[in-house]
C-alpha cells in the first residue's frame, strides 16, 4: 500500500485544496512511475524539536530525528543525492534563473551550517555567549540589532565532546534559538519597534514571531497565528521556552483571521506555506519531490492570506511578505497580484543597511515558466494549471516597483535561499485612519437612513477561555511570589496567572469591535479573535498558594524583591543531587522561617546570579526540568553522573 504523504500547511486550508492535491500526487505517479514522494511544501520546524507528519491514518508528532516523508536513506541509496541533482527539474528551474548548472549542484547539495539567535533577555546572556564561542561561534555580520552565530560545524552534526549536548540544552532552555540565518531576515528587514502590535498570520513553530517578541519586547506583542491545533501547542512550547510574555497565540485559517478593535495591527508578517524550492541543502528531499507546478498551486492561497493580513494592516503600518522559495510565481507574481487586488499598498526599497554585510539580488521583472521536466516551456500556456497571473506583469507601473523584492540564493552567504519583500499601508489612500476591513463602504447610506450599530454577545466562557485576572489575584502572586510592583497585565486561565505587556489590555481586550456589517462586539473579551493563549503563564496555583514557575524568571527576574533567600553553591549541589535537605534544616542552615509552598532561592555565582524555584514541603526540592537541571550542573562544574 503506498502512503501519501499530504502537507499539513496546505491540507489545513481546505477540503477542495486537499483534493485537487490528491488528484495532482496520483497523475504524477502515474507518469513518473515512482512510489509516492513527500510533497515539498516547507515544513518549519525548529531542529531537535517534534513535528508533525500526516501518515495515511491521521496527524501524529513525528519522534525526534525522523524524516517527515519517506525515508531519504532509502531514496538516497536508490540515486545518490548528485546524481539526482543532476536531472531533477530543481536544478533546471535554477538554471531558468539565470544560476550555472555546477555552481547550483556544488552549493545547494552540501549542508547548511548550524546556526542560531541569543536570547537576548536572559539574565545570564553574557555566560551563555562565551559558551557559543568557545563552541566555535562566530558572529554573523549582517544580522545587526541581533545576535546570531554561525557554528564551525553543519546542521545537526556538532561534535560528541559534550557540543552536542550543550547546544541542545542552551536551545532547550531558552537560551539560544536555533535557526536558519535566512530565515532570520522577515524581521530584520520588517524591523518591529516596542509599542507594536504585530500579526505573524502563519507563525508555527515560531522562529519568526519569537524572533520579533524579542526584538519589540517588553512591550511591544506579537500575536502569531496557527490553525493547526499540533502546531499552535508547538508555538505556546517555543513561547515557554524562551520566556516570552509578549506573545498572543491565536488560532484561524490565515484567510480569515479574526479582527481586532481599531485601526487595526502596526505590523504583519506574511511567512506564506510555500513548495520550499529554496531549501535544498536543509531539505534534501526537495530533490526528489520537487515539481515545478507546486508554485502554481500554492498561488491564490499565498495570495489569499497575503491580502487578508493587507486588510488587517493600520494605514501606515508594513508588511513582510517572504517565502523559502525560489519561484516567481510564489514571489513576484504574487506580489504584483496583491499590489493589482489592494490599491492601498505601495512596495517599498527595502533598506539594505538593516543587513549590511549581506550580499542578495533585487527581485525580477522577468522570467520563465516551466515544464515538468525543469526544462523553460516552449509555449506558457501549455504547463500544468497555467493562469496569467503567474506570467511576469504587464502593468509598467508594478514592472517599475518589482526590483524592491530581494531574493537570496544559496551561493551568496552560506545560507539557504529566501524571498522578502515590504509593503506599506499608504496612509493618503485611506483617509479614515483604520485598517481597510473597517471601512464601511455603507456608511453614507447607514447615516442617511438613521442606521444605529447594536451590541452583539460574546460566545460564553468555557474552561480555555483566558480572563482578566481580578485585583486580588494579582495582590496574592505579588506577595506570594516575592514580586515588585510591575506593569503588566495579568490574565487568568484555569490555574495558572499569565502576564503580558499592558498594550494587551489597552490595544485589544479594553476595546469593541466592529463586524463587517458595522455591529460592535463588546469589550471585555478577545472576541472575534480566538485566542488560546495570552502572555506567559507565570504562575501556577497549588493549595491556595501561588509559586513563579522556573520558565518565568528570566522575565520576571527584573521585578523579583531582593528580601529572596540566598544559598550557597553547596546547598545547591546537594539539591541538584537529589540529597533533599528536611524544612527544618533548611531553615537552620539560613537562620529564617519557613512556611509550606513555593520558594524561590538566589545563589551568587561567579557566572551569574541564578534564581531558582523551590517547593517548601517536609524537604526542599527544586521544580526544574532536566534540561534546566543537566545545564546547572554544567555551570557548577559537576561532573556528569554515571
Known amino acids: ?83 539526482q541533482a543532476e536531472v531533477a527539474p530543481l536544478t533546471g528551474f535554477a538554471q531558468s534563473l539565470g544560476i550555472l548548472k555546477q555552481d547550483w549542484i556544488d552549493v545547494a547539495t552540501t549542508p547548511l551550517p548550524e546556526t542560531l539567535r541569543l536570547s537576548m533577555h536572559h539574565h545570564d546572556k553574557d555566560w551563555t555567549r562565551e559558551k557559543i564561542i568557545e563552541m566555535g561561534g562566530k558572529p554573523i555580520a549582517w544580522s545587526h540589532g541581533n545576535e546570531a552565530y554561525e557554528m564551525p560545524f553543519a546542521r545537526g552534526q556538532a561534535a560528541r565532546d559534550g557540543t552536542r549536548e550543550l547546544l541542545a540544552l542552551l536551545h532547550d532552555t531558552g537560551r539560544i534559538t536555533r535557526q536558519e540565518a535566512a530565515s532570520m531576515l522577515p524581521i530584520l528587514v520588517l524591523d518591529p519597534q516596542p509599542n507594536t502590535l504585530l500579526l505573524d498570520l502563519c507563525a508555527a513553530p515560531g522562529s519568526k514571531a519569537t524572533h520579533a517578541a524579542e526584538r ?38 490565515g484567510r480569515h483571521i479574526g479582527r481586532i478593535p481599531e485601526p487595526g495591527f502596526d505590523a504583519i508578517v506574511a511567512d506564506v506555506p510555500c513548495t520550499g524550492s529554496a531549501t535544498a541543502r ?18 491564490q492561497l499565498q495570495v489569499d492570506i497575503s491580502k487578508r493580513g493587507a486588510q488587517l494592516l493600520r494605514p501606515g503600518g508594513n508588511m513582510v511578505y517572504s517565502t523559502c522559495s525560489l519561484d516567481p510565481t510564489e514571489n513576484e507574481a504574487v506580489i504584483a497580484e496583491l499590489l493589482r487586488q489592494c490599491p492601498w499598498l505601495e512596495l517599498v526599497d527595502i533598506d539594505d543597511s538593516k543587513v549590511e554585510g549581506l550580499t542578495w539580488h533585487r527581485g525580477l521583472t522577468d522570467w520563465e515558466q516551466i515544464d515538468e521536466e525543469g526544462n523553460v516551456a516552449e ?87 483566558v480572563l482578566q485576572a481580578s485585583d486580588e489575584e494579582i495582590q496574592e502572586v505579588l506577595e506570594q511570589c516575592q514580586l515588585t510592583q510591575t506593569d503588566y497585565s495579568w490574565w487568568r486561565r484555569g490555574k495558572r496567572m499569565a502576564i503580558a505587556p499592558q498594550i494587551v489590555y489597552d490595544r ?33 496555583v497549588k493549595s491556595g498558594r501561588w509559586r513563579a514557575r522556573q520558565e518565568s524568571i528570566p522575565l520576571i527576574y527584573p521585578h523579583l524583591s531582593d528580601d529572596i533567600l540566598v544559598i550557597d553553591e553547596v546547598m545547591l549541589q546537594r539539591l541538584l543531587r537529589d ?37 517548601c514541603g517536609t524537604r526542599i526540592t527544586l521544580m526544574l526540568d532536566k534540561a534546566e537541571r543537566r545545564l546547572l550542573e554544567i555551570r557548577l562544574g559537576m561532573e556528569e553522573e554515571e
Not at 519517506?70 to 538516497?76: I, N, S, Y
Not at 502593468?395 to 516597483?401: G, N, P, T
Not at 469591535?513 to 462586539?521: Q, S, Y
Request: aromatic fraction near 10%.
Open 216 to 253: 519589540m519586547a517588553p512591550t511591544g506583542v506579537v500575536v502569531a497565528n496557527e490553525p493547526i491545533s499540533g502546531r499552535v501547542n508547538m508555538l505556546a512550547s517555543n513561547r515557554g521556552r524562551l520566556s516570552l510574555g509578549n506573545v498572543i497565540v491565536s488560532q484561524h485559517d
Open 379 to 465: 509555449d506558457r500556456t501549455s504547463v500544468p494549471f497555467y493562469k496569467p497571473q503567474y506570467d511576469p506583469p504587464t502593468e509598467q507601473d508594478i514592472l517599475d516597483v518589482l526590483p524592491y523584492c530581494r531574493r537570496l540564493y544559496p551561493a551568496d552567504n552560506n545560507t539557504g535561499g529566501f524571498f522578502v519583500a515590504m509593503l506599506h499601508h499608504r496612509e493618503e489612500a485611506t483617509p479614515e485612519g483604520v485598517a481597510r476591513t473597517f471601512v464601511d463602504k455603507l456608511a453614507h447610506r447607514k447615516a442617511e437612513s438613521g442606521w444605529e450599530p447594536r451590541q452583539l454577545e460574546t460566545p460564553p466562557n468555557n474552561r480555555h477561555t
Open 1 to 83: 500500500m503506498v502512503a501519501i504523504v499530504m502537507p499539513l500547511t496546505v491540507a489545513d486550508y481546505g477540503l477542495l485544496q486537499m483534493i485537487q492535491w490528491f488528484l495532482e500526487i496520483t497523475r504524477w505517479l502515474w507518469n513518473r512511475k515512482t512510489t509516492a514522494p513527500t510533497m515539498a511544501f516547507r515544513h518549519r520546524a525548529c531542529p531537535d524539536q517534534t513535528s508533525t507528519r500526516y501518515d495515511g491514518n491521521g496527524v501524529r508528532n513525528a519522534k525526534r530525528g525522523e524524516t517527515v516523508g519517506r525515508d531519504m536513506g532509502a531514496r538516497e541509496s536508490e540515486t545518490s543525492l548528485l546524481e
Open 579 to 615: 540529597e533533599a535537605p528536611t524544612r527544618e534544616e533548611f531553615a537552620e542552615a539560613y537562620e529564617t522561617e519557613l512556611s509550606s509552598g513555593a520558594l524561590l532561592v538566589r545563589i551568587k555565582h561567579s557566572t551569574g546570579d541564578l534564581i531558582i524555584s523551590a517547593w
Open 508 to 540: 485589544i481586550w479594553s476595546k469593541q469591535t466592529p463586524n463587517k456589517r458595522g455591529n460592535r462586539w463588546p469589550a471585555g473579551s478577545f472576541h472575534p479573535l480566538q485566542v488560546l493563549h495570552v502572555g506567559l503563564p507565570a504562575f501556577v
Open 282 to 299: 536543509k531539505n534534501k528531499d526537495v530533490w526528489w519531490s520537487w515539481s515545478p507546478r507546486g508554485g502554481r498551486t500554492m498561488f
